[in-house]
Each structure stands twice: as structure tokens, then as C-alpha cells.
């Protein structure tokens, strides 16, 4: 019996109308789907997103649904990466394709990375499925266009010190994660003289979307500020 195979299904920012022909054809027949928690009681928005596919189903499948908590410790971390390894290569040996849902595109900051090396480390097949990235969707919402000409693109995961030089160089930049660092980032942007469009998508593709001019002040962990830098 040949082993089955890993696929990482991204599944776009919200919108289930955003999902792949693709995505949704795999997610049609994948005897088991991988969605992962950030807690034990909360659940998978990914999973949320495909519900209108496996409701259409009519044969059996069975869902993982491993707990990737949003936490620093790496050694805890770790011992939560090895229960979804050990969950997913049990499947694989039984010559089960697998599908791993991930909000966005499972190449970009996305919890798929970590399961993908350990699973492919073992000799296992694994194959990637692209999805509509959040700040690529957010761009379309909000009307913005990230780049034109030779224009530069910076993407950055959250506020950090290393933002400061990065944005010397950026015509835009996308900020991830800005709900619970507004200020900071008010504070980095305001000592950049030039001028500047500024706009905040909270919860992208959702019913629940919204979109401010400037920085976003509600607590949204999926909040994305978009800054375009303007010549003087």
C-alpha cells in the first residue's frame, strides 16, 4: 500500500467565495481534512471558511483538529507540532491523503511550515496548494494598490525594532497583526517625514469586515494596516 500525501490547502483571508477551484476540487475528496485551533475552545476559522464544501459531500471524511496554541514558548510549542505530526503521519501510513487548511497562502506565515518539515523530513510527499494571501485581499478591499512600476513592497509579521529601517526603503508596507500594537506603530510611522496613506482592514473577507483610514484601535487579532509612502 503506497503512503498518502500532504497537501497544504490555503483557503484565502475569509470569503469562501475567494477559495481556489483548486482548493475547493481537493477539499471535495480529501479523506482527511487537518484544521488546526489556536486553543482547546476555540474553533478553526479555516475550517469555517470550507464548511459550505463539506457539507456538500456525501461520502465520509474525518477531520483533525490539533491545538497550535499562539503562544512564544518554543519547547511548548514543540510538543504541540509533534502530536499534529505524529495525528497526520498516522493517516499517511495508512495511505490517507491529508489536507491541511490555512487561512491565506500556506507559504506565508502560516502554521502549515512547521508541520510541512517535519513531515516531509520523514519521507513523506507534500504538496503545497496556494491561497489568496490576507494583505492581497485586504489591498482589494480597502481599493489600494500595493505596488506600480519598480515600487517597493515590505511585508512585515508584526511591530517590532526592526521596523524602523525597514520602512526607510518601502514605497508600501503592510503591517500584520496591528490591532494590540497600534501605538507603537503610530509612533514609528509619525518619525517618517513623508507623506502618507494610511488604511486598516480588520477581519478581511468576513461579515464582520471593516475598514478605518488610519490605525486600527479595536482589538481584532486578524487587523492588517496598509502604508503607502508618498514622495514630498
Same mark, same amino acid.
Given at each position: 500500500? %503506497?503512503?498518502?500525501?500532504?497537501?497544504?490547502?490555503?483557503?484565502?483571508?475569509?470569503?469562501?467565495?475567494?477559495?481556489?477551484?483548486?482548493?475547493?476540487?481537493?477539499?471535495?475528496?480529501?479523506?482527511? $481534512?487537518?484544521?488546526?485551533?489556536?486553543?482547546?475552545?476555540?474553533?478553526?476559522?479555516?475550517?469555517?471558511?470550507?464548511?459550505?464544501?463539506?457539507? %456538500?459531500?456525501?461520502?465520509?471524511?474525518?477531520?483533525?483538529?490539533?491545538?497550535?496554541?499562539?503562544?512564544?514558548?518554543?519547547?511548548?510549542?514543540?510538543?504541540?507540532?509533534?502530536?499534529?505530526?505524529?495525528? @497526520? !503521519?498516522?493517516?499517511?501510513?495508512?495511505?490517507?491523503?491529508?489536507?491541511?487548511?490555512?487561512?491565506?497562502?500556506?507559504?506565508?506565515? %502560516?502554521?502549515?511550515?512547521?508541520?510541512?518539515?517535519?513531515?516531509?523530513?520523514?519521507?513523506?510527499?507534500?504538496?503545497?496548494?496556494?491561497?489568496?494571501?490576507?494583505?492581497?485581499?485586504?489591498?482589494?478591499?480597502?481599493?489600494?494598490?500595493?505596488?506600480?512600476?519598480?515600487?517597493?513592497?515590505?511585508?512585515?509579521? !508584526?511591530?517590532?525594532?526592526?521596523?524602523?529601517?525597514?520602512?526607510?526603503?518601502?514605497?508600501?508596507?503592510?503591517?500584520?497583526?496591528?490591532?494590540?500594537?497600534?501605538?507603537?506603530?503610530?509612533?514609528?510611522?509619525?518619525?517618517?517625514?513623508?507623506?502618507?496613506?494610511?488604511?486598516? @482592514?480588520?477581519?478581511?473577507?468576513?461579515?464582520?469586515?471593516? $475598514?478605518?483610514?488610519?490605525?486600527?484601535?479595536?482589538?481584532?487579532?486578524?487587523?492588517?494596516?496598509? $502604508?503607502?509612502?508618498?514622495?514630498?
Amino acid at each position: 500500500m %503506497s503512503s498518502g500525501k500532504l497537501i497544504g490547502v490555503g483557503v484565502g483571508p475569509g470569503n469562501p467565495d475567494l477559495l481556489t477551484l483548486k482548493a475547493a476540487n481537493i477539499l471535495k475528496e480529501v479523506p482527511v $481534512i487537518c484544521s488546526p485551533r489556536s486553543a482547546e475552545s476555540r474553533p478553526s476559522l479555516a475550517l469555517s471558511i470550507v464548511k459550505f464544501i463539506l457539507e %456538500s459531500r456525501d461520502d465520509e471524511y474525518e477531520v483533525l483538529d490539533p491545538v497550535f496554541p499562539m503562544i512564544e514558548d518554543e519547547e511548548a510549542l514543540h510538543i504541540y507540532w509533534e502530536e499534529a505530526a505524529r495525528q @497526520v !503521519k498516522e493517516r499517511l501510513q495508512q495511505g490517507l491523503d491529508v489536507a491541511f487548511i490555512t487561512l491565506g497562502d500556506p507559504t506565508v506565515y %502560516s502554521t502549515f511550515s512547521y508541520l510541512e518539515k517535519k513531515i516531509r523530513s520523514t519521507g513523506f510527499e507534500v504538496e503545497t496548494i496556494p491561497g489568496i494571501t490576507s494583505f492581497t485581499g485586504c489591498a482589494a478591499s480597502a481599493h489600494i494598490t500595493l505596488g506600480e512600476k519598480d515600487e517597493i513592497i515590505v511585508i512585515v509579521p !508584526k511591530v517590532d525594532e526592526r521596523l524602523t529601517p525597514i520602512l526607510e526603503h518601502a514605497d508600501t508596507a503592510v503591517i500584520m497583526k496591528t490591532s494590540r500594537h497600534s501605538k507603537e506603530l503610530q509612533d514609528i510611522v509619525g518619525k517618517d517625514p513623508r507623506r502618507k496613506e494610511i488604511i486598516s @482592514v480588520q477581519n478581511c473577507g468576513m461579515s464582520d469586515e471593516k $475598514i478605518v483610514k488610519g490605525f486600527s484601535r479595536d482589538k481584532k487579532y486578524l487587523s492588517t494596516t496598509i $502604508i503607502k509612502f508618498k514622495d514630498q
